[in-house]
Structure formats: structure tokens, C-alpha cells
């Protein structure tokens, strides 16, 4: 399934959503997490988002 399809699901089910960096793959590319809340759930997710942007110790721009 595309990555495309969840961002659908969320939008018509009317969920908010959103996505932050999460680090880096073993090749040094970026890597991000899309987080899905449920309805009404947008401070919950703001918070969660920060927690794991934290520990992820933010982004960092790849090396080109």
C-alpha cells in the first residue's frame, strides 16, 4: 500500500494528522514518522510529536 493511501484515510475520515523527522536510516538519509490522532485529538498529537521529535534529537540535513 503507497504511503499515499494513509494520507487519504486520514484526510477523509477527518483525523488529524501530521509527520516530523525521526532520526536518520543507516545511509544517512532522513527518515520521518506520520502520526494519526483521533478526531479532536490535535494537542495530544502536538504533544506526542514533540516527545518523539526529542528523542529523535531533531533533523538534521543529510550530507550531500
Same mark, same amino acid.
Given at each position: ?5 494513509? *494520507? +487519504? /484515510?486520514?484526510? !477523509? /475520515?477527518?483525523?488529524?494528522?501530521? +509527520? *516530523?523527522?525521526? $532520526? #536518520? !536510516? ?7 514518522? #506520520?502520526?494519526? $490522532?483521533?478526531?479532536? $485529538? ?5 504533544? /506526542? ?6 528523542? +529523535?534529537? $531533531?533533523? !538534521?540535513?543529510?550530507?550531500?
Amino acid at each position: 500500500m503507497s504511503m499515499l493511501c494513509w *494520507i +487519504a /484515510l486520514a484526510t !477523509t /475520515l477527518h483525523l488529524p494528522a501530521l +509527520a *516530523i523527522p525521526a $532520526g #536518520q !536510516t543507516a545511509r544517512g538519509l532522513p527518515a520521518g514518522v #506520520q502520526l494519526v $490522532g483521533p478526531e479532536h $485529538g490535535e494537542n495530544r498529537l502536538f504533544d /506526542l510529536a514533540a516527545a518523539i521529535e526529542d528523542a +529523535a534529537g $531533531g533533523f !538534521t540535513p543529510p550530507r550531500l
